[in-house]
């Protein structure tokens, strides 16, 4: 039989002693009977906030999503905004999206913020993430809650918090909302008696703001009502933008708009798919199916918070390709740019943003126009940092990472797949109308800037075992750095956490002016680039790879593309 750790054994035994439910009660008592290997996992941690916020396995248990969990977490958030905002009106936006205990997470969210004197606007209706970041700032919150664990799989929630900027917590908030959720000891400091005088439904009304404001991102009208009747289908993964993506495609002019029906109804199970993931292939199939079916010029998809895009088009043999999320950031960036050129609006006081695991052809697309470009850690966060840092002095015109995200204009703070998939199809259409593909558009990219390729590898572990296991590993990388990988020298390495760069050659080390995060890079003898990132919010790390390959003039990248296929494999083996 398992022995149980006592520490475990007494953290059961504290909620088994509270004012928790019974069922919860029973399923603990089932844990500790039956299964101590689970029992260990849902108890050995408290939830933290990560770069996604606070994220986990619905069950019972402090390392679990659950009323209690959440319940701990919003009396933590409530401490701190009466700390922050004495004496003031505090108001906080709540929506979520389709997943299983969406309404019961959200609900006792807003019912202990306003037990705690907190004015809550709660969305009528489930909407897409981009809109409760934009709920904050149009309706002067402090802050707001998403309930969403994004693209996990269906047996994860999870819970997002902004600031009153509308971008999610960071440093210090994060960290002080954490300290504030330690100090509640029991169920008791949880204030659950809601107040119903204080809680206020956001309308459909407001879908009207939002949309006006997506319809001023259109760069080239002209384009879409050229192309109005261009083919495109759309799914939003079972998901919450089922009916905002359609209605943004409609307010730029695209008027053939075929919606997966298998997938329009929001459903937390994700019936028809393994992953709501649109960065996964199978994810899509519906939408592909359907696609050659309507013969689509573009197939579009969202995850289940509509936050994240994606976008496959078909190649000169007719069949769909999905584009991966650095293409279409490179493809944005580069459509932004040139629109804003041709229209006389570059005067050197913009400036755009990616993540340090994003390709670096949108740094070299943005130097190609004379644009800076900030480059930030992982997490949409520290884009918005940026964009809040720069407010009122420079304008933002995009930015995003190379995980389906990103960003046009700044009314919203955080990544917008609803305003990203409006902005793709224009783009296509433009390009379109001068008798270009997107893979047309990207050779010239590609000819002008260079032949970039990217990759990644994502490996999960399981409950805290995998956790240490994944700690050791970057450990072993940052004491004992490999000299090559694949058979390439390693030139220079990037230790985030550190904040050091080191040129292995000759030894010397500088220092990185950057905030520190987890996240070690590796420049390869070839101009390879690997980084490698564990989750903040569970046991995973992921690998990330970029190759790339000078073009001479007009050549097609076709031609050199497996040849750097080639390398992102080799690379991969070495890693796997």
């Known amino acids: 039989m398992t022995t149980i750790d006592p520490s475990i054994l007494a953290k059961a035994d504290s909620w088994l002693s509270g004012t928790i439910d019974e069922d919860s009660k029973a399923q603990i008592r089932t844990l500790i009977d039956q299964n101590p290997t689970e029992l260990t996992d849902s108890f050995y941690q408290d939830l933290e906030f990560g770069t996604g916020g ?3 396995l619905m069950g019972v248990g402090t390392n679990r999503m659950n009323v209690y969990t959440i319940g701990m977490a919003t009396q933590g958030l409530a401490n701190y905004l009466l700390k922050c905002f004495p004496g003031e009106t505090i108001r906080v936006a709540i929506t979520h999206d389709s997943r299983i205990n969406n309404t019961l997470f959200a609900m006792t969210t ?42 996990n799989p269906k047996e994860y929630n999870g819970y997002k918090a902004y600031w009153e900027d509308g971008a999610q917590v960071v440093a210090p908030h994060d960290k002080n909302i954490i300290d504030e959720v330690k100090k509640i000891t029991s169920f008791d400091d949880v204030n659950w008696d809601k107040n119903d005088a204080l809680f ?5 009304d407001f879908d009207e703001i939002y949309l006006k404001l997506v319809k001023g991102l259109s760069l080239a009208p002209d384009a879409v009502a050229a192309q109005k009747n261009m083919p495109i289908v759309f799914s939003p993964i ?4 089922g009916k905002m993506v359609p209605a943004a495609l409609k307010a730029f002019g695209f008027e053939n708009v075929n919606i997966v029906k298998e997938q329009a109804e929001p459903d937390g199970n994700f019936p028809t798919v393994i992953y709501p993931n649109p960065e996964e292939a199978e994810a899509l199939t519906l939408s592909l199916k359907l696609g050659k079916e309507v013969g689509a010029e573009l197939v579009l998809a969202c995850d289940p918070d509509g936050d994240r895009y994606a976008a496959a088009v078909p190649n000169a043999s007719g069949e769909f390709e999905l584009l991966n999320g650095n293409q279409t950031g490179a493809l944005l960036t580069y459509y932004l740019l040139s629109q804003w050129k041709k229209a006389g609006k570059l005067d050197g006081n913009q400036f755009m943003v990616n993540t340090i695991v994003t390709t670096e052809l ?14 930030v850690l992982t997490g949409f966060k520290n ?7 720069l407010e009122g002095k420079e304008t933002f015109i995009g930015g995003g990472e190379e995980s389906y995200g990103y960003l046009v204009g700044d ?46 590898i994502s490996v999960t572990k399981k409950g805290k075992d995998g956790a240490e296991q994944i700690q050791a590993l970057m450990t072993d990388f940052r004491h004992h750095p490999p000299a090559e990988m694949n058979g390439i020298a390693v030139a ?42 564990p989750s903040g919010t569970e046991p995973k790390i992921k690998y990330y790879f970029s190759v790339n390959a000078p073009l001479a003039n007009k050549s097609d990248y076709r031609n050199v593309e497996s040849e750097l296929v080639e390398r992102l494999e080799g690379l991969k083996r070495y890693f796997s």
């Open 54 to 56: 606070l994220r986990g």
């Open 110 to 151: 807003a019912n202990v913020l306003t037990a705690n004197g907190i004015h809550v606007l709660y969305f009528k209706e489930m909407r897409p993430t981009p809109m409760l970041s934009f709920a904050v700032r149009h309706f002067d919150c402090k802050s707001g809650v998403m309930i969403t664990a994004s693209h």
């Open 200 to 204: 206020q439904y956001i309308e459909e």
């Open 238 to 241: 079972h998901g919450a933008s």
């Open 362 to 375: 949108i740094d070299k697309i943005c130097e190609g126009f004379g644009v800076k470009c900030f480059s």
């Open 383 to 389: 884009i918005a940092a940026i964009i809040k840092d």
């Open 411 to 456: 009314f919203v703070r955080d990544k917008d797949g609803v305003s990203a998939c409006a902005m793709v199809a224009e783009a296509i259409a433009y390009y379109k109308t001068q008798g270009k593909s997107v893979f047309d558009v990207l050779a010239e990219i590609y000819n002008q800037f260079g032949f970039y390729k990217e990759s990644l």
């Open 492 to 533: 220079k390495i990037v230790d985030v956490k550190e904040s050091t760069v080191k040129d292995v050659k000759s030894g010397k080390t500088e220092k990185l002016d950057m905030d520190k995060s987890n996240v070690m890079q590796f420049y390869l003898a070839d101009g390879s680039k690997i980084s490698a990132r």
